[in-house]
């Protein structure tokens, strides 16, 4: 929608007063509520980021009107949540979820809330939220409503649970993970007496499911702020949910090439990577195997010979505890496994390597391999990015070039070979293209029909 980046989160203060440009659609759905006889106010993230200067992934309503009466307000809704008290509410195809003002119940073993109750009471909805910065509604009516003082949290730059922060980390102990991940997101510190309840409440994490643990670890640490796992660590929450990354916490490099402990390198190439998924994940465990890998040599000299393999081979067993799909499986182990691959800055030794690791991995290791040498000591950094940059330019090249590096690219595919040699399909047959394909990775020129029809023959 042009236009519509300023318009939503426009702030304009005047007299200490919030100003919050709700977007049209927020404003009729808050508007038809109200008219009907009930409160309805946007509350949560979207105030938060609005106050923020951000733009609000979705406006979420809360109402004193129950969801029967929600429902019957409105042409068009779903039924989203309603054990929860949530009603999407559907306009011209966009959703807007509309929910009851609740008290949340104890939640069972930290997983799910036993019941909730419906409230009449704004400020009873707002206490049962996680922190001060998230409990903060507003509508055009009553303007900015902050009880807890989101507002002066924002200013001050902290992260504080509404209420007492053990109870409310008793209720819910994924709220901890929560704490940091909004540490990430916002660049905030968490505030003491919250910081301190987690660093006694952070076994309960062990109840709280693999899903919503991944989803927060997710949003930390393609964050602004990946370093900020860090704190997860100070406060004990990764002794419980990712205890590999504490041994790394505390596994010195003894290395030229290195100028911190392993923890640290993997919090400073994670900052040093784009914030995509795939690329911090791969950087969360490219080095997670270390600890079990490493000598020390005659000189005193940390080495890590095999760390690659076993780091790939950890990630993958983490990432299925954690329960990540199977593409990012793939994708991060690949890009762990291979983030110290040599490749040789010559065109055959870029082909070679393009074969070993995928074509659709190979291009991703040039940011691996960056950000890796980026957060390693000053030692031999020119050559290393020099060296990168030669193999860039080559692979730029054999691109260009469409230069044959995939079996798809062959002058020759199976039903050729079967045609024209008589070899029948089978294992062989792969065999056979695998070894034409190597043939023609040292020497693109013998990418042609004829010379492999000739070359098969040899091999046999
Ligand atoms: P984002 O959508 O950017 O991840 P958000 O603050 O909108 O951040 P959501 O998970 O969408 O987070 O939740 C919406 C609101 O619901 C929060 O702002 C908060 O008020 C409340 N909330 C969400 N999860 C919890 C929780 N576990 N405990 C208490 N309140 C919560
Ligand atoms: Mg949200």
Redesign the pocket.
């Known amino acids: 929608m042009p236009g519509s980046m300023t318009r939503y989160y426009e702030i304009r203060r005047r007299a200490d007063t919030v100003i919050i440009q709700l977007p049209e659609k927020v404003r009729y759905i808050i508007g038809s509520i109200r008219k009907a006889g009930y409160e309805a106010f946007a ?4 105030i ?2 609005s106050v923020l200067g951000r733009e609000p ?2 406006w ?1 309503i809360t109402t004193s009107a129950t969801p029967r009466q929600v429902k019957g307000i409105f042409g068009h809704t779903i039924d989203t949540g309603i054990q929860h008290g949530t009603v999407t509410v559907m306009l011209e195809r966009e959703g807007f979820e509309v929910t009851t003002y609740r008290i949340d119940g104890k939640y069972e073993d930290g997983r799910h809330p036993k019941e909730v109750t419906f409230t009449p009471s704004l400020f009873e909805d707002l206490k ?3 922190f001060t910065i ?2 903060m509604a507003y509508n055009d009516e009553a303007g900015l409503v902050d009880v807890f003082g989101g507002i002066d949290d924002i200013k001050r730059k902290v992260i504080r649970c509404v209420g007492e922060p053990k109870e409310r980390f008793g209720e ?1 102990a ?2 901890m993970m ?1 704490a940091v991940r909004f540490s990430g997101q916002l660049g905030y510190e968490i505030e003491a007496n919250t910081a301190g309840a987690i660093r006694e409440l952070n076994t309960n994490l062990k109840y709280v499911s693999a899903e919503r643990i991944q989803t927060e670890l997710v ?1 930390l640490v393609t964050s602004p702020h990946p370093e900020k796992l860090r704190l997860a660590y100070e406060t004990g929450i990764t002794q419980v949910i990712l205890p590999e990354f504490d041994i790394c916490m505390k596994t010195d490099q003894n290395n030229p090439h290195h100028c911190y402990k392993v923890g640290e390198h993997i919090l400073k190439s994670m900052e040093e990577i784009e914030p995509d998924k795939m690329l911090r994940l791969a950087m969360l465990f490219h080095d997670i195997g270390k600890p079990k890998k490493i000598t020390l040599d005659e000189k005193g000299i940390h080495h890590f010979h095999g760390h690659p393999a076993v780091s790939s081979e950890m990630a993958r067993d983490i990432l299925k505890r954690l329960k990540f799909d199977n593409r990012t499986i793939y994708f991060v182990t690949k890009l762990v496994k291979y983030h110290d691959y040599d490749v040789k800055p010559d065109p055959a030794g870029v082909r070679r390597a393009i074969l070993k690791t995928g074509e659709d991995i190979f291009p991703l290791l040039f940011q691996v391999k960056a950000a890796d040498i980026r957060a390693q000591s000053a030692y031999m950094r020119e050559e290393k990015e020099e060296k990168l940059k030669a193999v860039y330019q080559v692979y730029h090249q054999i691109i260009s070039e469409k230069q044959c590096v995939s079996l798809k690219d062959l002058a020759v595919t199976g039903k050729d070979l079967i045609e024209e040699t008589g070899m029948q399909a089978g294992p062989e047959l792969g065999e056979a293209l695998k070894k034409l394909l190597d043939f023609v990775v040292e020497d693109p020129s013998r990418n042609k029909r004829e010379i492999l029809l000739k070359a098969v023959k040899e091999f046999q």
């Open positions: 509350v949560g993230g979207c938060r980021d992934d979705d979420d049962r939220r996680d998230n409990a819910d994924l709220r929560r949003k």
